[in-house]
């Protein structure tokens, strides 16, 4: 059996010691892959043979192989030519900057495997050299020296992957502060200012959902000028929680009982929304309580 030339499915993991392989081995568990950890070079051909006669039931898998492995240098290049013949396996090398991964080995407080008793950028250098010519043979070299744990993980999606970019879904809540915040909240907006048509006796026992309570609150002194606020600091944190890896936001809008106020303007933020680069649902918590 051979897998397609485009198949994704079998995937080697392989770099500088720091630059990101244990994020990366944690990233492809979350796409669904079964990762395993420094299998020693010699075995891969016989667990490839296992995996296309599906003798072990994974659809998916990643191996994470590195210089921590004693015969890695010597082993690996043959059996990963010979491995290649069978299967359309890809080779992912990630590397960085001499300078960060110095920094990252200082935050860690860990020496360096090739030189644990020597200065950090010794043990880079020397395994930098080392590792060249399995960096040759790679199918992808990912420099991880500017990236945090989520940038990382979008590489990784984007382009070993070939995955697009998960659309950020908006979460709205119209709640009542009188039974309690919604705990799951990253953002609350409050509308207790606004004039409450609670205290209008044509509006009180309506909802936010009626056209009157709507144009009663709309129209109320400071509410379309809250909305141009409202509406601008949305937009302006939306993409910086996507850039950071959020792909769920959930923002809450309160008012006192959770009936008028807080759901005309969740309404009018969701309208808002609308038809730009993210999904929304929205939940009147406490509407008919």
Known sequence: MKLPAKDNRFLIVTGLSGSGKTV??????????????????????????????????????????????????????????????????????????????????????????????????????????RLQPIRQLADEVVDTSGLNIYQLKDVIAERILRRKKPQTQVVLTSFGYKHGLPLESDIVFDTRFLPNPFYVDRLRNRTGKAPSVRKFVLESPGTRTFLRHLFGCVDFVLPRFAREGKTTVAIAVGCTGGKHRSVVIAEELRAHLKGQSCGVRIYHRDLYK
């Open 24 to 129: 990366v081995s944690r990233a492809l568990e979350d796409f669904g892959y079964y990762c395993m950890d420094n299998l020693p070079a010699k075995l891969i051909a016989n667990f490839v043979d296992l995996w296309l006669r599906k003798k072990v039931e994974i659809d998916r898998t990643a191996l994470v192989i590195d210089i921590r492995e004693p015969r890695f240098l010597s082993d690996f290049p043959a059996v990963f030519r010979d491995i290649r013949k069978k299967v359309p396996v890809k080779l992912v090398f990630l590397e960085a900057t001499d300078e960060a991964l110095a920094k990252r080995f200082n935050e860690t407080r860990r020496p360096h495997p090739l030189a644990p008793h020597k200065p950090i950028l010794e043990g880079v250098r020397l395994e930098r050299r």
